[in-house]
T-cell receptor, first 116, second 115 residues
Framework: AQTVTQSQPEMSVQEAETVTLSCTYD???????LFWYKQPPSRQMILVIR??????QNATENRFSVNFQKAAKSFSLKISDSQLGDTAMYFC?????????????FGTGTRLKVLA | DAGVTQSPTHLIKTRGQQVTLRCSPK?????VSWYQQALGQGPQFIFQ???????QRGNFPDRFSGHQYPNYSSELNVNALLLGDSALYLC??????????????FGNGTRLTVT
């Protein structure tokens, strides 16, 4: 069974600084997808960034980028130039397609607080 | 373009009662998944519906059941409520193809409190 581990329950960063959130996963699959979702106090989960496992190039989305290490089963999120609006829970998620459908597994989350 | 909508926003029930939560998927999406998110935890997969059938199910008892209608909207029913069922229930939609181009879109959730 697949598992997703986020070992940092809470983190804080000064505004404009850079922070990295860690995520490791366990799977025997060769092709899968990885995502980072953000959940602000409003509760709605919002997609931050996504990565397909067979693509070696790390995904980037504006101030957000990932460091995807497939062999190490690691998928960390780097937030550059942190902004107050980045304060939220961040969840790493693993997804695989199987038999015409798909399934997501989420980590336990990292609470990020951006300090003014 | 309306996103995923869920109702009600909040709900308070008593142990042993039954509850129904509702979800309308994002326009163009035909697959609906339900997640339970306990306080301070990540979402836990309950089940997924496509073409009005349950396609996958997580590790939840039969007290949790669902339904999908021809317009793709969905309901989550929980019978014989327990205190431990108190959580945020999230609905997410996506085209069935899944993958990178169709990640999950989430609603704002229903906060269920069981007393």
């Amino acid at each position: 069974a697949q598992t997703v581990t986020q070992s940092q329950p809470e983190m804080s960063v000064q505004e404009a600084e850079t922070v990295t959130l860690s995520c490791t996963y366990d799977t025997s699959e060769s092709n899968y997808y990885l995502f980072w979702y953000k959940q602000p106090p409003s509760r709605q989960m919002i997609l931050v960034i996504r990565q397909e496992a067979y693509k070696q190039q790390n995904a980037t989305e504006n101030r957000f980028s990932v460091n995807f290490q497939k062999a190490a089963k690691s998928f960390s999120l780097k937030i550059s130039d942190s902004q107050l609006g980045d304060t939220a829970m961040y969840f790493c998620a693993f997804m695989k397609l199987a038999s015409g459908t798909y399934k997501y597994i989420f980590g336990t989350g990292t609470r990020l607080k951006v300090l003014a | 373009d309306a996103g995923v909508t869920q109702s009600p926003t909040h709900l308070i029930k008593t142990r042993g009662q039954q509850v129904t939560l509702r979800c309308s998927p994002k326009s163009g999406h035909d697959t609906v998944s339900w997640y339970q998110q306990a306080l301070g935890q990540g979402p836990q997969f309950i089940f997924q519906y496509y073409e009005e059938e349950e396609r996958q199910r997580g590790n939840f008892p039969d007290r949790f059941s669902g339904h999908q209608y021809p317009n793709y909207s969905s309901e989550l029913n929980v019978n014989a409520l327990l205190l431990g069922d108190s959580a945020l229930y999230l609905c997410a939609s996506s085209p069935l193809g899944g993958g990178l181009d169709s990640p999950l879109h989430f609603g704002n959730g229903t906060r269920l409190t069981v007393t």
